[in-house]
């Protein structure tokens, strides 16, 4: 079974500029999280998403936004990009809901994402 | 979410069996306890996860206190391989939470 794939791997932008990451998570999975990892804040929940809703938000301004399509796969979009947006943004993919015995991620490699 | 603590770094050498500890004194009751690792360079990946029982898998075993408040997650011959980031993370199985990640332990493994 493919791992969860991610794209671009690598993406440099401007400041200003607007940004949008795919994930594609494991096939049958239909819950899909991003992350954000950066080495002064660590690795930082973004929002969740199952069956196209988004379930859970993390403490992330109104620039991060993303959304989940019917096959699961999920975009995130950065707009207005500032310089500490440069980050690594992770994208989980698991079977469920968040929450649950048991239930484990299966993370992608992620975009690493330069800010200029 | 309930907070883990990890030490910083911890050092071992290769083949040799390594204990990477972690308190969570105000664990809950519902409160599973996950660990995942991220290796240079990739996504974090699960190692293991337990509730109140030990626990072993082809990785690594998890041991976990009586009172629950503290656990240790053990490789049995740490290889060069082994060498990443490690976290220690509480999830509530009632509710529907992400993972909350620490600064978790980066172990170096020596030759």
């Known amino acids: 079974k493919a791992g969860v794939t991610q794209t671009p791997r690598y993406l440099i932008k401007t400041r200003g500029q607007q940004v949008t990451l795919s994930c594609s998570p494991i096939s049958g999975h239909r819950s899909v999280s991003w992350y954000q990892q950066t080495p002064g804040q660590g690795l930082q929940f973004l929002f969740e998403?199952?069956?196209?809703?988004?379930?859970n938000k993390g403490n992330f301004p109104g620039r991060f936004s993303g959304r989940q399509f019917s096959n699961s796969r999920s975009e995130m979009n950065v707009s207005t990009l500032e310089l500490g947006d440069s980050a690594l943004y992770l994208c989980a993919s698991h079977n469920r809901p968040s929450g649950g015995a048991g239930e484990t991620q299966y993370f992608g490699p992620g975009t690493r994402l330069l800010v200029l | 979410d309930a907070k883990t603590t990890q030490p910083n770094s911890m050092e071992s050498n290769e083949e040799e069996p390594v204990h990477l500890p972690c308190n969570h004194s105000?664990?809950?009751?519902?409160?599973?306890i996950h660990w995942y690792r991220q290796l240079p360079s990739q996504g974090p990946e699960y190692v293991i996860h337990g509730l109140t029982s030990n626990v072993n898998n082809r990785m690594a075993s998890l041991a976990i206190a009586e009172d629950r408040k503290s656990s240790t997650l053990i490789l049995h011959r740490a290889t060069l391989r082994d060498a990443a980031v490690y976290y220690c993370i509480l999830r509530d199985v009632n509710y529907g939470q992400n993972f909350v990640f620490g600064p978790g332990t980066r172990l170096s493994v020596l030759p």
């Open positions: 998403y199952f069956s196209e809703t988004q379930r």
């Open positions: 105000t664990i809950s009751g519902t409160d599973y």
